[in-house]
Structure formats: C-alpha cells, structure tokens
C-alpha cells in the first residue's frame, strides 16, 4: 500500500489542464535522458554509467590552475606568517643611558712588608716580596804599560854536597852559581846543604833543592838543563865537593819592548767589569719578577761582593785576568694587591647612593723609605676613581613597559634628574611606537663619556 503524503500545508488544486502539462513535460525529459544513455553506451562503450543523481547535462572540462600560482599563494601565506611573528614577537627597546661621572682623588701612604701576607686596610699595610740574584763575571784585559827593562830569566837547580869526612855546609843568601856555558845565577835565600852519608868506601851526597835567577836580563839565560858551580868556593876544600845539577830550562828571561801592567789598567777592569755585571745582576733580577708585581727604580739595590785580580801592578805580561761578582735585591709588590687597596679605601669613602665606575682606577705610586734587606718599604700614593650615581636597571626597565618615547625621556629624566646627561631610545622594528611590554625586551645600556 502507498505511503500516504502528510502536508503542512496543503498544496494548491491544479487544473486539469496545468496537471496534463506537468506530465507531458516530465514524460518528454524521460524520454530525452534514455536517448543520451543509448547515443553514450553506442559511442563510448568502456565509460562508466552515470550514477542516478548525476544530472542529464553533459560534464563540463575544468581548467588545470598554472604551477606559478600556487607557488605564489604558498609565498604569500609565508609572507604573511613572517610579518605576524615579527609583529607581535620581535619587537625590542634598546634604551642607552649616559650618567655623568664624577672624579675623587685621594693621597695614602702605606708600607710594603714582606712579613704581610694579606691586604690590611685597616693598617694600611700590603705584601711585599723579596728578590735577590747574584752574577760573577770573569774576563781578560790587555796591559798598556810599556816595559824596557829585561826579564831575568828563573828556574830550580839541585844542590849536591859530597864532602868528606861528612859535614853539612850553610851558603849565604846571595850565593852565586855558575853554569857550565858560564851564565851565572843567584839565589836570595839561606840554603843549609845536609851532610853526605859515608857507608865504607862509598859516599852518598847530602841535597837540596831551591830557585835561583840570573843575574842579568835577556833570553840568553833561558839555558837548557846544565851543570853548575859554586864560584865563592873556590881555593877551598869544599869547591870540588858542592855542586849543583838544574832538571829543567831556565825560562823568563827577556829583552826589549814589553807590556806592563799598570795600576790604570787594573782600576779601569775593575770599573768596566763592575758595570757589566751589574748590569747583569739587575736584569737576571728583574725576570725573577713577573709582571704582576711592580717594582720601583729605588726599590733595588746593587752591591759588590768581590772585585780581584791576581796579576799585581807593574807585572810584565800581555794581559791579566779581573774577576767580579755582584749581589742585586729588591723589593717588589702585586699590582693586584695594591688595587685591592685602592678599591677597599675607595669604597669605604664614596659616597651613599653612588657606584664605582669600572676601569677608572688611576693609580701612581712612589717609594719615601725603603730597607730592602729589612722587607719594607713606605710607599706614597696618589690614587682616583671615577663615580655615578647608582641605577636599577630592573626597576628602570619595569617602569617603562608600554611607554611611548617622550614618555621614555620623562621618566628617565623625573628617576634620575641631573645625574645622566643624555638618554636615547631606539624601537625596533620601525613600525614599534612603544616600547614593549615585556621586559625581556627591553635593553638597557650605560655608557660613558
């Protein structure tokens, strides 16, 4: 049985002739859309049949979108992202502030001990460090003198005594002795010749050995190995028994221009030598010390320990050796400790509401009195700083969230008054007119002149 239409509202009466209409009109579309199925089944058979609801007009051919469109469209999006984010991400406010400086100077004097191991304000005492180094130099110098006497020319001889019957003879200093090429030498000391010992027939000689020299100047008496005599001896017994034998040459002698050595040439080594190892002492002083300590030109001290040569003045020679050894000392202290100082006093005497200006410390020092082998030394200083008035920057940045820039410079200038001398405000990025809300975006920078 056919469901029975329930209207609202029912629909109007047609006539018969509007009814008849209808159905003509329906009967004709029915009629037009089964020819299309048939020309469609004739002219493309592998085509799918049209769903039910598809409507009885043909398809229309849609027009593929180019690639550079959508290329654009997605650039766009991307633009529009961009400006978003910096829009309401990256705005910033770089505030920069100039507070105006003001110098305090100040004068102390303080010692430098080396008893001190820590910086006593209180004392006004900072640690001090000795320094020693020692050098010793040696060096050869020539002689200027000039010689014309001769050199005498020495050596040893071996004085034999064979006397019989056995007895020890004395020759007095000044005795002369004779070689047998008939150079005559001398000897300036008391010699006591030791008996001979008899043992049956056989006689050993008693002996002894000194220096003789020549009588006169000149390499001739520089003899080989000779045999000698006894000169005052003869007419005697004894002048065949005493003899002499020389072991080695004679050497020494010499004639002609020579070099001396001259009181001059020794105090001029003396001076020349002192300087240069001095000169040594203080440098090898010196890089004891690092350059985290100062040291003051007074605080070092220099002293001869040993200044000597073995060559006598007047002695004939080409050159002489001069010896000298030097002590130097100091007493230095840290730059660092003296800084403390500085700072430590300072801050116990800037003013209530101020703030030490970094890197402005200026400081000139000078020695009155120094013991350098006691480790102390006072020292005079001259010492400033530069100071400002003390700004939050926190509290600062707080109060300026939102603020546009003339609004910037009236609070700057009501907080601080005259104590900053200039104020700017930059907003990034250009379209910003205020300065953020946030206060990590907020920068705050002191700078000074």
């Known amino acids: 049985m056919p469901k029975k239409k329930i209207y609202d509202v029912k629909p109007p009466r047609l006539t018969p002739k509007v009814e008849k209409k209808i159905k003509e009109f329906v009967a004709e579309g029915k009629t037009k859309k089964s020819r299309a199925r048939k020309q469609a089944r004739v002219s493309k058979p592998q085509q799918q049949i049209q769903p039910q609801f598809a409507q009885p007009q043909e ?5 593929k979108r180019p690639a550079w469109a959508s290329i654009s469209i997605g650039m766009l999006l991307i633009l529009i992202i961009v400006c978003v984010y910096l829009f309401f991400k990256l705005p910033k406010a770089d505030i920069t502030i100039w507070p105006k400086v003001d110098t305090l100077s100040f004068q102390q004097t303080i010692t430098a001990d080396k008893a001190s191991a820590t910086v ?5 005492v900072v640690p001090a460090q000795y320094f020693q180094a020692t050098k010793t130099n040696s060096q050869d110098f020539p002689a200027t003198g000039n010689a014309s006497n001769e050199g005498r020319a020495t050596g040893n001889i071996i004085i034999y005594n064979k006397y019989d019957p056995p007895t020890p003879l004395t020759l007095k200093a000044g005795t002369h002795f004779m070689s047998d090429s008939g150079k005559l030498f001398i000897t300036f000391q008391r010699v006591v010749i030791p008996a001979a ?3 049956g027939s056989k006689i050993t000689p008693g002996s002894v050995q000194i220096e003789v020299q020549a009588v006169e100047g000149g390499t001739d008496y520089n003899i080989a190995p000779a045999n000698f005599s006894v000169p005052g001896l003869k007419g005697t017994a004894y002048y065949y028994s005493i003899y002499a034998v020389s072991a080695d040459v004679m050497s020494g002698g010499y004639s002609g221009k020579v070099k001396k050595v001259t009181a001059d040439d020794i105090q001029q080594a003396e001076d020349t030598l002192t300087s240069q190892t001095t000169s040594d002492a203080i440098f090898s002083l010196k890089n004891q010390i690092s350059s985290d300590y100062i040291l003051l030109d007074n605080a070092m001290l220099s002293d001869v320990t040993d200044a000597s040569t073995q060559t006598e003045s007047g002695t004939v020679a080409e050159n002489f050796n001069y010896q000298v050894s030097v002590t130097a000392s100091a007493l230095a202290f840290k730059k660092s400790d003296m800084e403390q100082f500085a700072r430590n006093y300072v801050v116990s005497q800037i003013p209530e509401g101020k703030t030490l200006l970094d890197n402005s410390l200026a400081i000139n020092y000078s020695a009155s009195k120094i013991d350098i082998s006691g480790g102390k030394a006072t020292l005079n200083l001259d010492f400033s700083v530069g100071v400002y008035g003390a700004i939050d920057k926190n509290s600062l940045a707080l109060s300026l969230l939102g603020k546009n820039l003339e609004q910037v410079q009236q609070t700057v200038d009501s907080t601080f008054g005259d104590r900053v001398s200039n104020t700017q405000t930059d907003l990034w ?11 990590k975006a907020i920068t705050i920078d002191l700078k000074f002149q």
Do not use: E, T
């Open 59 to 63: 398809r229309s051919v849609r027009r």
């Open 120 to 124: 006593d304000l209180a004392g006004d």
């Open 197 to 199: 010992k008899k043992s």
């Open 429 to 439: 990025p250009f379209w910003v007119r205020s300065v953020p809300k946030k206060q």
